[in-house]
């Protein structure tokens, strides 16, 4: 999974350096969380994890209080989480998930994107085989940190495998776990920096570099659309 793994984790924080709008996704994500399991961050381990995600991308303060307190405001919107799945560019598989107050709109612009590029949407759920969605926390190796140790402490979590990275370490489980691997990894004093759920490729495909510049395009664009919230390929 490393290569695979690292490839993903470049492009994705790439684009989102190239991203004006990550504010208000973050905002956004912050809102569904609350709205999901509670304005309360210790009782919510979704909230935590989107706090923690908008801390790592220096969101103020300010910008996440007002992001929780939407979530109970009656002027708060009613977001939808719905999906939608595509083939692109040299058949690259997309998964598109969104959070959105107006599915008409967000239905519509997913299909230009796709439509611009001479690809399509396909049926809802015909790529879910395609991809393992999994938790993946994301955290620093810290100095005599016992790797054996501590996938021994995680392992009753849910932990499946851990990765390493320039002093980075990747933990990942099944979607399943997330809130046991975030009480887990808070129970060892481990300070996560972002943590959020992925969908995994199953069968991931090389692409050239001329085809993933057609690919990226079709990623930026989608990735612009304020109610994206995480797009997902089998580029490998």
């Given at each position: 999974m490393g290569r695979a793994f690292e490839y993903r984790r470049a492009a994705k924080e790439k684009r989102w350096d190239k991203m004006?709008?990550?504010?208000?996704?973050?905002?956004?994500?912050?809102?569904?969380?609350?709205?999901?399991g509670g304005t309360d961050p210790d009782m919510?381990?979704?909230?935590?994890?989107?706090?923690?995600?908008?801390?790592?991308?220096?969101m103020p303060k300010d910008n996440?209080?007002?992001?929780?307190?939407?979530?109970?405001?009656?002027?708060?919107?009613?977001?939808?989480?719905?999906?939608?799945?595509?083939?692109?560019?040299?058949?690259?598989?997309?998964?598109v998930e969104c959070a959105t107050d107006n599915t008409t709109r967000t239905v519509a612009n997913v299909k230009s994107y796709f439509n611009k590029?001479?690809?399509?949407?396909?049926?809802?759920?015909?790529?879910?085989?395609?991809?393992?969605?999994?938790?993946?926390?994301?955290?620093?190796?810290?100095?005599?940190?016992?790797?054996?140790?501590l996938e021994l402490a995680l392992i009753d979590a849910g932990l499946e495998t851990i990765e390493e990275n320039e002093g980075v370490l990747y933990a990942f489980a099944d979607y399943t776990q997330f809130g046991t691997m975030s009480e887990a990894l808070e129970g060892l004093g481990i300070e996560v920096s972002k943590a959020n759920l992925q969908r995994i490729p199953t069968s991931p495909v090389e692409y050239t570099e001329d085809q993933l510049e057609d690919?990226?395009?079709?990623?930026d664009k989608i990735e612009e659309d304020d109610d994206i919230q995480a797009v997902f390929t089998n580029i490998a």
């Open positions: 004006s709008r990550v504010f208000p996704k973050l905002a956004k994500a912050i809102t569904v969380a609350a709205k999901e919510n381990a979704k909230l935590r994890s989107a706090i923690q995600n908008a801390k790592a991308e220096n996440i209080e007002k992001a929780i307190a939407r979530a109970s405001g009656k002027d708060a919107a009613d977001f939808t989480l719905v999906n939608y799945e595509g083939k692109g560019p040299h058949g690259v598989l997309v998964f590029v001479g690809g399509g949407l396909v049926p809802t759920g015909s790529l879910e085989f395609m991809f393992d969605r999994k938790a993946v926390f994301q955290f620093d190796k810290a100095e005599g940190m016992d790797m054996d140790d690919i990226e395009k079709l990623l």
